[in-house]
């Protein structure tokens, strides 16, 4: 079956603290991952596509990378307004969905 | 560019009563999603729509739940009758194609079922 897991569930850093979120994926041919920053009361916001393993994507304080198992989404520097849930969605070459994780809950204190 | 229109935002009503939510995609895109996701939790597809066709509605729980897809543009979703179990954010996203493409969100109805 299609999985995608996010680790940790929740994460507090101090402003500036690096750290990075996991996505790990287990789906039958990987057609795109996805990155996207959901604020409270708000739906997900679309940060990166990565499409093959060895491929990175950077904006601003955010860089995402892909290895054939995993995804990562490195923060550096981070500062509170950082601070939101962060969810992966992988899509498979078999169907069309897009099957995403329970996301990382991100708290940055100043 | 104006973003995937949702309403009502938020909605309160009693078990067994039925509720409809609305949504209005970015002007172009063909791929219409509705999915539903509880507090805590990642979002869940309930249906897919391809112009007006239905492409994936494997998750849709078809005694209580329907959808529909008028002129290939605005979407409702229709509950009825509700369950508690069905308290939850209601996204609405779209898209240009299918599998690779970035969805674009609205910004949801919260439903509260009492």
């Known amino acids: 079956e299609d999985q995608v897991t996010q680790s940790p569930e929740a994460l507090r850093l101090q402003e500036g603290e690096s750290s990075s979120l996991n996505c790990s994926y287990t789906?039958?041919?990987?057609?795109?991952l996805f990155w996207y920053r959901q604020d409270p009361g708000k739906g997900p916001e679309f940060l990166f596509t990565?499409?093959?393993a060895g491929e990175e994507k950077e904006k601003e304080r955010l860089k995402a990378t892909l290895t054939k198992k995993e995804s990562f989404l490195h923060i550096t520097a981070p500062k509170p307004e950082d601070s939101a849930t962060y969810l992966c969605?992988?899509?498979?070459?078999?169907?069309?969905?897009?099957?995403f994780g329970t996301g990382t809950r991100l708290k940055v204190l100043a | 560019e104006a973003g995937v229109a949702q309403s009502p935002r938020y909605k309160i009503i009693e078990k067994r009563q039925s509720v409809a939510f609305w949504c209005n995609p970015i002007?172009?895109?063909?791929?219409l999603y509705w999915y539903q996701q509880i507090l805590g939790q990642g979002p869940k597809l309930l249906i897919q729509?391809?112009?007006?066709?239905?492409?994936?509605d494997s998750q849709l729980p078809k005694d209580r739940f329907s959808a529909e897809r008028l002129k290939g543009v605005d979407s409702t979703l229709k509950i009825q009758p509700a369950k508690l179990e069905d308290s939850a954010v209601y996204l609405c996203?779209?898209?240009?194609?299918?599998?690779?493409?970035?969805?674009?969100f609205g910004e949801g109805s919260r439903l509260t079922v009492l």
């Open positions: 990565l499409y093959s």
């Open positions: 002007s172009g895109h063909a791929t």
């Open positions: 969605a992988a899509t498979t070459s078999g169907t069309y969905k897009y099957i």
């Open positions: 729509f391809q112009n007006n066709g239905v492409v994936d």
């Open positions: 996203a779209s898209s240009l194609g299918r599998g690779a493409r970035e969805l674009f």
């Open positions: 789906v039958s041919g990987l057609r795109g």
